[in-house]
Structure formats: C-alpha cells, structure tokens
C-alpha cells in the first residue's frame, strides 16, 4: 500500500490549508485514517483520524479549526485546516491502517511541510 501526499505549504496566520492523502494498492480495505504531525527534536503526534465507520478524533489544540474526511471509494483522506496558528507548523504525514490478506498493517506517507508564519 502507497500513501501519496498533496497540500501543504506556506500561509499567514488566520489562513487555511488543505491536506490530502490517497492511498493506492491492491487487496486492501481501510480499517481508519489519520493525519500526524512532526517538529523537529519532538514526537510525531496524532492530529487526527477518522475511522472506516467516520468516527473522528482530533487533538485537543486543533478541534474547531480542523476536520478530517474521508472518500472510502477512492481510499482518501483530507485534512481541512483553518484558522491556522503558527504552532500548527511542522511535517504532516499521512497514516493508515489496513487491513490486507487477514492481517492488520499500518503505512505512513512520506511527509508534507506546512508552514504557518505571524
């Protein structure tokens, strides 16, 4: 399974960004989806994540200004971000867990930076 990241980049502080990730392969069903976020020196942490069944999660410091969502038949994600805060920069990557051939697996994108400046 290959996730393929788009979206991303530079904006001022109050703008919106539009993240999204496509996952591509065969003989796979998606189990849930999420978007993780990285800074230098630190964790990558949970942003947000929605399941199969559309259930979402978001981090605390992001809830009201993202949402995540998900085309099941086109095995995307999206991750719609406004209001965005400085504190919001760093490399996002894509997650999913799948379930293939019985077994539960779990893929990570490549990375996409999203910068917020003041």
């Known amino acids: 399974v290959q996730l393929v990241e788009s979206g991303g980049g530079l904006v001022q502080a109050g703008g919106s960004l539009r993240l999204s990730c496509a996952a591509s392969?065969?003989?796979?069903?998606?189990?849930?989806m999420a978007w993780y976020r990285q800074t230098p020196g630190t964790r990558r942490d949970l942003v947000a994540r929605?399941?199969?069944?559309?259930?979402?999660n978001y981090r605390d410091s992001v809830k009201g200004r993202f949402t995540i969502s998900t085309d099941n038949a086109k095995n995307t994600v999206t991750l719609q971000m406004n209001s965005l805060k400085p504190e919001d920069t760093g490399v996002y990557y894509c997650?999913?867990?799948?379930?293939?051939?019985?077994?539960?697996?779990?893929?990570w994108g490549q990375g996409t930076q999203v910068t917020v400046s003041s």
């Open positions: 929605i399941t199969s069944g559309d259930a979402t």
């Open positions: 997650y999913a867990n799948v379930r293939r051939a019985g077994f539960d697996d779990q893929y």
């Open positions: 392969g065969t003989m796979f069903s998606i189990n849930n």
